[in-house]
């Protein structure tokens, strides 16, 4: 029987003969054997475990020879032994500290011996799969490790004893039959960087945001658009980062394998259409099924899009919108699903029944301890027998209610969803992943370099300028909608690398839109100093009866240019954080200060003498921005509440105005005229956080209001639903 020894020089020499099953007879191509690193072990040999005097309980080994696993090994072929660790641990946690965040804890009565072994992972060891790999990544470290238990007293067992016992039945989880190896209560795991794999479906709830497009007048048609449907979406899901496959035996037919995510690391995943949307495969069957989603009569078929002219290079282009769209928000919903609380529980469980494993259960078994879970990404009544779920991120991203949102930009000018798709354009943002239809004319301020891509800045401008002449027209009562249908002011951004003073500022926009507290932006900013990579979204919905609040009073009159100063300035306090490099800024919105800069006009030359101590050449200019844009702002919506108020009041006679008489179509046409003015002017910066929490301030705070930060080291959604 093959032996497997390790040594220390101080008189220690372990002889262990192996159990035929154990991993260094099944998976190396000679048995290696090891030398304890800079420790007398042999002088604590025949301790009981209890008492292993160590102040170190991990003790470092080297490979004496160069050891590689068998070709034949389960993906890691060819890898080299580099190192290896003996740890002991008698009671607490199993792993402390835990880098996944999953501990276990060791009952009294019993201790671990581990062994793990880091190996170099060959370079030709990756799995293909289609354009991606799947497995642990080619040249790099992983640590297989092995951990058994032991009943113990106060003399058994010995460290020797014990240690030959974990040598002769040592498992490395990389088949079923590993996975029966194990002794009830043992853990085998697996960790280190590599790319996981899943397919599956996937459902996307609708959310549809109606504007007005700049191009041309809206129409006095009442259409009909619906949310909340579901679109079904068939998608391979490839997560690359660090990972660590733990198997625990829970009893003598039992095991978990969980799939854990470590904690604070940095993600990337990839979302690809496997076969389209499951409603058809081709262009116009995917076209349908999406925008069909958003549409309560049935959305013209396959056969009548293409009769209606829709070219096969359009179809081309529609469809790569949507996939593009599909992908990105699949993308940043697993993310987020990575990155919350929950990550301290495995991203994927399943408990096995080893006894009840058929063909079907030990391939999807075999391919998931690959990192492909594409067989266990079902639902539980479909996966093979044998195996149960218990916990699935992807599962949970289907039943969370993650949306599809359309910005049919010219709803109200085209009456339809459908008809604006035939005669315009489908653009996805790749930031968000949020679907735009608009207008050829609109279409062309907002295309990328990719013809199916909108330049998400441009957009994020058109889409504020839409929001504010809708906004209006919805007050006017011009436009006729579902009652139910809102009109939304959205915000995403996406920070390649997030530090302290960018999270605190994303923060305190939430908490500006009273969506969190000050003292939560202290909890919040604690841990962390480096966020790494991240995205932060703002959206606030608005029906008319808010829409009107934000031009027309309580008492029924128009707002003054005196009020929407007051906001615009409050707003921008609230910004701007004491303390920070801005907050010179802060002096430039004093009630006292104020009516000497509008006395001035604020130029730079004429804020100096205002300000003596600020510099004219960096601080002075922005303080002057800062005045136009609120004043921009004041003045525009001002003069929007006084046209708005006197078009409601010509539209409100007794008997009301005939909509074909010279008269209403004069009132009609000039607050067109009056709401595309202010939509060409409007500043880039209303774009910003500012003009999204100016406007929520004049509602009164009254919006829908959700926010999402999504980070390696803080994640969390809130939301604000005002009390009716």
Request: charged fraction near 15%.
């Given at each position: 029987m093959p032996t497997i020894s390790i040594a220390d020089g101080f008189g220690l020499n372990v002889q262990a003969a192996l159990d035929p099953k154990s991993a260094f007879a099944k998976y190396f191509q000679k048995l290696p054997s090891f030398s304890v690193l800079q420790q007398n072990l042999a002088s604590?040999?025949?301790?009981?475990?209890?008492?292993?005097p160590l102040k170190s309980t991990e003790v470092g080994l080297a490979f004496t020879q160069p050891t590689s696993m068998t070709t034949t090994c389960p993906q890691f072929g060819g890898s080299a032994g580099v190192a290896a660790t003996l740890r002991i641990v008698k009671g607490g946690n199993l792993f402390d500290p835990d880098p996944f965040d999953n501990p276990i804890e060791v009952p009294d009565g019993r201790a671990y011996l581990?062994?793990?072994?880091?190996?170099?992972?060959?370079?030709?060891?990756?799995?293909?799969?289609?354009?991606?790999t799947v497995g642990f990544a080619a040249e790099s470290t992983?640590?297989?490790?092995?951990?058994?238990?032991?009943?113990?007293?106060?003399?058994?067992?010995?460290?020797?004893?014990?240690?030959?016992?974990?040598?002769?039945?040592?498992?490395?989880?990389?088949?079923?039959?590993?996975?029966?190896?194990?002794?009830?209560?043992?853990?085998?795991?697996?960790?280190?960087?590599?790319?996981?794999?899943?397919?599956?479906?996937?459902?996307?709830?609708?959310?549809?945001?109606?504007?007005?497009?700049?191009s041309a007048a809206p129409l006095p048609t009442k259409f009909q658009i619906q949310e909340g449907a579901e679109v079904a979406v068939t998608a391979s899901c490839t997560i690359t980062g660090g990972f660590q496959i733990r198997v625990q035996k829970v009893d003598a037919g039992t095991v978990r394998l969980g799939f854990y995510r470590r904690r604070g690391a940095e993600f990337d995943v990839q979302v690809e259409s496997a076969i389209g949307v499951t409603a058809g495969?081709?262009?116009?069957?995917?076209?349908?099924?999406?925008?069909?989603?958003?549409?309560?009569?049935?959305?013209?078929?396959a056969d009548d899009l293409k009769n209606a002219g829709l070219s096969d290079e359009k179809q081309a282009a529609i469809v790569g919108a949507l996939k593009a769209a599909i992908q990105r928000r699949l993308e940043l919903s697993v993310l987020e699903e990575l990155h919350t609380d929950s990550s301290q529980e495995a991203a994927f469980l399943y408990e096995?029944?080893?006894?009840?494993?058929?063909?079907?259960?030990?391939?999807?078994?075999?391919?998931?301890?690959?990192?492909?879970?594409?067989?266990?990404?079902?639902?539980?009544?479909?996966?093979?027998?044998?195996?149960?779920?218990?916990?699935?991120?992807?599962?949970?991203?289907?039943?969370?209610?993650h949306s599809l949102k359309i910005n049919i930009l010219g709803l109200y000018n085209y009456s339809s969803s459908s008809g604006l798709t035939l005669q315009g354009t489908v653009l996805a943002d790749p930031a968000s992943g949020e679907i735009v239809i608009t207008d050829s004319a609109t279409a062309t301020r907002i295309s990328g370099s990719i013809n199916f891509l909108a330049d998400s800045d441009k957009l994020r401008k058109v889409l504020a300028q839409s929001f504010l002449i809708t906004a209006a027209y919805r007050c006017s009562g011009l436009v006729a909608h579902a009652p139910s249908l809102k009109v939304s002011y959205w915000h995403f951004a996406e920070h390649a690398k997030t530090d302290r003073s960018t999270m605190a500022a994303d923060l305190n926009v939430l908490r500006s839109m009273g969506l969190i507290s000050a003292a939560q932006i202290q909890q919040n900013l604690t841990p962390a100093g480096d966020f790494g990579r991240s995205t932060f979204h703002l959206n606030t919905d608005y029906d008319d009866g808010l829409s009107q609040s934000l031009f027309i009073g309580s008492?029924?009159?128009?707002?003054?240019?005196?009020?929407?100063?007051?906001?615009?300035?409050?707003?921008?306090?609230?910004?701007?954080?004491?303390?920070?490099?801005?907050?010179?800024?802060?002096?430039?919105?004093?009630d006292a200060v104020w009516p000497q800069m509008k006395a001035t006009g604020s130029t730079v030359v004429n804020l100096a003498p205002i300000f003596p101590d600020l510099r004219q050449d960096s601080q002075i200019p922005i303080i002057a921005g800062d005045y136009v844009l609120i004043e921009w702002?004041?003045?525009?919506?001002?003069?929007?509440?006084?046209?708005?108020?006197?078009?409601?009041?010509?539209?409100?006679?007794?008997?009301?105005?005939?909509?074909?008489?010279?008269a209403f179509q004069k009132v009609q046409a000039d607050l067109w005229k009056q709401m595309a003015d202010v939509a060409r002017n409007t500043h880039d910066r209303f774009s910003d956080p500012w003009g999204m929490l100016a406007m929520d301030l004049a509602s009164?705070?009254?919006?829908?209001?959700?926010g999402q930060i999504v980070s390696p080291s803080l994640t969390l959604r809130v939301e604000r639903t005002p009390a009716p």
């Open positions: 604590v040999q025949d301790t009981p475990l209890t008492g292993f581990g062994l793990g072994i880091e190996i170099n992972v060959a370079p030709e060891v990756d799995i293909p799969s289609g354009k991606l992983l640590c297989l490790s092995h951990y058994q238990p032991f009943a113990t007293t106060a003399t058994t067992p010995t460290f020797k004893a014990a240690l030959q016992a974990s040598l002769q039945n040592y498992v490395i989880p990389l088949s079923p039959e590993d996975l029966a190896s194990l002794g009830i209560g043992g853990v085998a795991i697996i960790e280190g960087t590599g790319s996981l794999q899943l397919s599956g479906t996937v459902n996307l709830l609708t959310s549809v945001n109606p504007l007005v497009s700049l495969t081709s262009s116009t069957d995917y076209i349908s099924a999406v925008l069909g989603a958003v549409s309560p009569s049935p959305f013209p078929s096995i029944s080893l006894k009840d494993l058929d063909a079907d259960g030990r391939a999807a078994i075999q391919s998931a301890l690959k990192l492909n879970l594409s067989s266990l990404w079902k639902s539980s009544a479909s996966l093979p027998r044998g195996i149960r779920e218990i916990k699935n991120i992807l599962t949970t991203t289907k039943t969370k209610g008492d029924g009159q128009p707002r003054a240019i005196e009020e929407y100063e007051q906001i615009g300035r409050n707003a921008l306090r609230q910004l701007i954080q004491p303390g920070s490099d801005d907050e010179f800024r802060l002096r430039g919105l004093d702002w004041a003045t525009t919506m001002a003069r929007m509440a006084q046209s708005l108020s006197a078009a409601k009041s010509f539209f409100s006679q007794t008997p009301p105005p005939a909509p074909s008489g010279a009164g705070q009254q919006s829908v209001a959700s």
